[in-house]
């Protein structure tokens, strides 16, 4: 009895069971677009309600998410733009709009914070009053850039040295995909080569054990010019487990003015540093100090574990009135100084459009200020949000003479990149006033031009002045530079020739006969030490052919060829956007990241809007 029961309870399970509606995982696709103007938004988050379940929207605004039967309803959210649930049914294909919000928000005068037998008084909110708007699109452009007088040719034969600072800063690039991504090109001095050629990640040797560096090179012809030669110098900061970081002890200094208030600034600026707060563990502290009118701590140091809270300060920040950012600093210092960990990371981070309009707000007064700042072992990181009256100029003097690092934040897929794919290198430094000199060896070359950092030449007595600050290198960060050589009796419009120097006359040792084409040298500290260490590396006069040589070489050519064209640079030479296209998508190797991919798109977009504007003089 009990088999012939379960042979008819099989049968009816068989032929009565109810068809599954929807099914048990189903995998939705769709694209996302601003309502508007239909176009695509990336890095949109879609997040399955009640679940964990998070993925974002690619560079096309496409997504696609797996769902089971029990949860079906998906939430779009984006910075500046309504959130939306969609509740899905049978079908596969869900295609979704955004609409920009109309959102209140209050202006708020913030009475200063005073230190009051070294501890910290509150602050109180006062003058509010509400307004409804709908954020503008700026209709004028009031953007400063630093000018870029681009490195020339010198003659090694008068000149044998070149010196320089690292540079680990990345905000050109993402400027100039900003740019290019909104329909036009970048202006010449918000593109600056060894920004953008840091942008990427390259496969570097890692650092000996008693080192928290390496350096590698590679030598081959350049593309431009195949008469020329082209070295690559590579250094790799010292990878750390983000578990084994030290404790940190970070005050987010917030611009909270008036010029904020749009959906790509203080909306954005919030899920940026949620991403980073998420990172946070329980021996972490975070304090958030705020500037508008005046300067004010709205949050005393909190830990990493009581994430809630820290978001939820985030939250009741609001954008009004003018721009104290000279205060602010102050302030955030003071609180960083207040809270200080001898054995951890103590850092102040800025988020800003760099507008400071009262109190210390000129070029040279923020230099004077943050210079003083930095002898107090406080790091800083600058982030860079919005468009129209940005002031890149005034925050990348900040990070450079503040031991810091700056990147421009354009969308929420920057800023997971920033501060959560690389929160050991952005947050956590391994060697500081790291410096470069290359000595240039006669005998092999005519003369050199370094590709880039401009902004971060020195002197050739600098290498050795340990008083002389220079770069930071971050946690498992990558530094690239590259030089063009033009060998000895190499013909070249790039040369200059002097009269024949009458007291004294250039001998050429028995060495620089020999194979050494250069010798690098490296001087920096470690990240709590005052003085300097050194190494140097002789590199022989060996030159892979250019199809040769690594994926790294020929994309970061490529990078550099990209740059000089966009600057119109007279050393771009024989380079065009068709054949920076041809050598970079033969480079790109494995990208997991898909940042590569990237950039020949970003290329591709370029080379169509210069044909544009060509077009339109013509």
Request: no cysteine.
């Amino acid at each position: 009895m009990r088999t012939t029961f379960h042979i008819i309870q099989a049968l009816l399970m068989i032929f009565f069971v109810p068809a599954q509606t929807p099914a048990m995982a189903q995998t939705i696709r769709g694209i996302i677009t601003d309502n508007s103007n239909n176009q695509p938004l990336s890095a949109v988050d879609i997040r399955v309600k009640n679940s964990s379940k998070v993925t974002s929207s690619d560079s096309q605004g496409l997504y696609k998410v797996t769902l089971d039967k029990a949860n079906r309803t998906l939430v779009f959210s984006y910075p500046g733009y309504q959130q939306k649930e969609v509740t899905v049914g049978t079908e596969t294909i869900v295609n979704v709009k955004l609409s920009v919000k109309i959102r209140a928000f209050e202006d708020k005068e913030v009475q200063t914070t005073q230190l009051l037998s070294g501890k910290l008084a509150g602050v109180a909110m006062v003058k509010s009053r509400r307004h409804y708007i709908h954020p503008p699109v700026p209709d004028f452009n009031t953007e400063s850039y630093n000018s870029i007088t681009e490195n020339g040719f010198k003659n090694v034969s008068r000149n044998p040295l070149s010196t320089f600072s690292i540079d680990v800063d990345v905000a050109s690039y993402s400027t100039v995909r900003r740019f290019v991504n909104s329909g036009q090109l970048p202006p010449v001095d918000a593109v600056r080569i060894e920004e953008m050629l840091n942008y990427f990640n390259y496969t570097y040797p890692e650092p000996k054990k008693d080192i928290p560096l390496s350096m590698d090179t590679e030598i081959s012809e350049a593309p431009w010019n195949n008469s020329h030669r082209l070295v690559k110098i590579g250094l790799q900061g010292r990878k750390m487990d983000t578990r084994s970081i030290p404790p940190s002890n970070l005050v987010f200094l917030i611009d909270v003015s008036g010029s904020m208030n749009q959906p790509n600034k203080l909306p954005l600026l919030k899920s940026s540093l949620k991403l980073l707060v998420n990172q946070l563990r329980e021996d972490d502290k975070v304090s958030i100090v705020v500037y508008a009118g005046a300067a004010g701590l709205v949050l005393p140091p909190t830990s990493g574990n009581r994430k809630q809270t820290i978001k939820n300060a985030l939250d009741q920040l609001e954008a009004g009135g003018s721009t104290a950012g000279g205060a602010g600093i102050k302030l955030a210092y003071a609180i960083a100084a207040e809270n200080f960990l001898k054995a951890g990371n103590n850092r102040v981070i800025l988020a800003t459009d760099g507008d400071f309009n009262i109190g210390t707000s000129s070029d040279s007064e923020m230099q004077r200020m943050i210079e003083e700042k930095r002898e107090s072992g406080i790091f800083l990181t600058v982030l860079g949000f919005g468009m129209g009256n940005y002031k890149d100029s005034k925050m990348e003097i900040l990070a450079d003479k503040g031991n810091g690092n700056y990147a421009y934040v354009d969308n929420i897929a920057e800023a997971r990149k920033v501060l959560v794919s690389q929160f050991g290198g952005t947050l956590h430094t391994v060697a500081k006033d790291v410096k470069l000199q290359v000595e240039f060896n006669p005998g092999k070359v005519q003369a050199f031009r370094l590709i880039g950092y401009e902004n971060r030449l020195l002197n050739n007595e600098d290498f050795n002045n340990d008083e002389k600050d220079a770069g930071d290198l971050g946690s498992g960060h990558t530094v690239t530079a590259l030089y063009e050589i033009i060998p000895v009796g190499i013909k070249s419009k790039f040369i200059g020739f002097s009269d024949v120097l009458k007291y004294q006359k250039p001998s050429v040792t028995r060495l620089a006969l020999g194979d050494e084409l250069l010798t690098v040298k490296i001087r920096y500290k470690t990240a709590t030490g005052n003085s300097s260490k050194h190494f140097e590396k002789p590199v022989i006069d060996t030159s892979t052919p250019w199809k040769s040589t690594s994926n790294d070489f020929r994309f970061a050519a490529s990078v550099a060829a990209y740059g000089m064209i966009l600057r119109n640079s007279e050393f771009k030479q024989n380079a065009t956007f068709k054949e920076v296209i041809e050598w970079a998508k033969a480079a790109v190797g494995q990208d997991e990241e898909g940042y590569r991919k990237e950039f020949l798109n970003l290329v591709k977009s370029s080379s169509l809007l210069s044909d544009e504007l060509l077009t339109s003089k013509n």
